[in-house]
């Protein structure tokens, strides 16, 4: 519930087969209902850093 991956759970727990982690993990209401307002949500905006544009872009080539 707390954002571990399942496959580390497994580990840890040190279980061979996935579906016995499945198995003991149970989400609580307030759990599932905030997994639904997060699919609710529209996608943010992703920013990488500054673009710095140093021509036209023409049929898939750069065009200098």
């Not at 997994?35 to 710095?52: K, M, S």
Request: hydrophobic content about 40%.
């Amino acid at each position: 519930m707390r954002g571990a991956p399942i496959k580390a759970i497994q580990e840890l727990a040190g279980h061979r087969e996935l579906g016995m982690t499945q198995r003991y993990m149970h989400l609580s209401p307030a759990a599932l209902d905030s997994a639904i307002r997060l699919l609710d949500q529209p996608l943010a905006v992703q920013t990488f850093g500054d673009i710095l544009e140093t021509g036209r872009v023409s049929e898939g080539k750069i065009n200098g």
